[in-house]
């Protein structure tokens, strides 16, 4: 199970438990294993929060997803911290998905709002995304270069 990917030390237990081993054994197992550095929570999380913001999903999104497999709180907050630059992610991802102009009109404004709201991201990093030019904030007095 270890080998195809990284697990968090709540989801083996739940996977040994639903294959009919006792609590006691899946815990013993699970602490043997995390005091190997084969089951890390917080390497789980990392590795998590890189694949699934490489899918253009935001931080409310993969907040969620990590609390459901029973990662701590501080794990997953930590974890997201040191992700990517979610303002940034979020411009990529309407880019990649509706292109580099900012929409015409509300309707396609409130289109790629819900698309970006169903990825996960929080109405800043929408808002950012939405911008007036599309560009990046920063960049937008800049002439070409």
Do not use: N
């Not at 999104?61 to 997201?80: C, F, K, N, S, Y």
């Amino acid at each position: 199970m270890l080998a195809r990917r990284e697990h968090a030390a709540a989801e083996v237990q739940q996977k040994l438990l639903e294959r009919g081993y006792v609590l006691a054994v899946c815990q013993q197992a699970i602490a043997e294993l995390v005091a190997d550095r084969y089951l890390d929570d917080e390497r789980y999380a990392a590795s998590y929060v890189r694949g699934h913001a490489a899918r253009g999903q935001g931080p409310r999104r993969i907040r969620q997803d990590m609390a459901a497999v029973g990662l701590l709180p501080d794990t997953i907050e930590a974890a997201l911290a040191e992700g990517p630059d979610w303002h940034e992610l979020a411009t990529q991802t309407r880019v990649r998905r509706f292109g580099p102009e900012a929409p015409a009109d509300w309707a396609e404004r409130s289109r790629q709002m819900r698309f970006l709201q169903y990825r996960g991201f929080s109405t800043d990093h929408i808002r950012s995304a939405l911008g007036s030019s599309g560009a990046h904030p920063d960049l937008d007095d800049e002439t070409d270069l």
